[in-house]
């Protein structure tokens, strides 16, 4: 994918957020991937580790965009939305 030419890749939760980061360092943008599921089956606190977790092995000298791995579900309750844009704009902003 990263030999493709696109400027971004946007990668579900599945992939290995390391390696993707690795192999598309200084050719490509990697977006995601945060799992889907946490948007409608986890508490605030499981939604924050996950964010974190993302921004600690992507976000450093990557252009790494922080996304949900696929689309967000529609049953998503809008507070569990909320949850990831906070937890984005408060562990985003240290990287």
Do not use: H
């Amino acid at each position: 994918m990263v030999e493709t030419g696109a400027a971004a890749i946007s990668i579900d939760e599945p992939t290995n957020l390391a390696k993707a980061v690795e192999a598309a360092r200084g050719k490509v943008v990697v977006i995601g991937n945060v799992n889907t599921s946490l948007f409608f089956l986890s508490s605030k606190d499981q939604m924050e580790k996950a964010i974190k977790n993302c921004i600690d092995i992507a976000a450093s000298n990557s252009g790494f965009i922080l996304a949900s791995g696929c689309e967000v579900p529609g049953v998503a309750p809008p507070e569990n939305v909320q949850w990831f844009m906070d937890a984005a704009r408060e562990y985003g902003r240290y990287k």
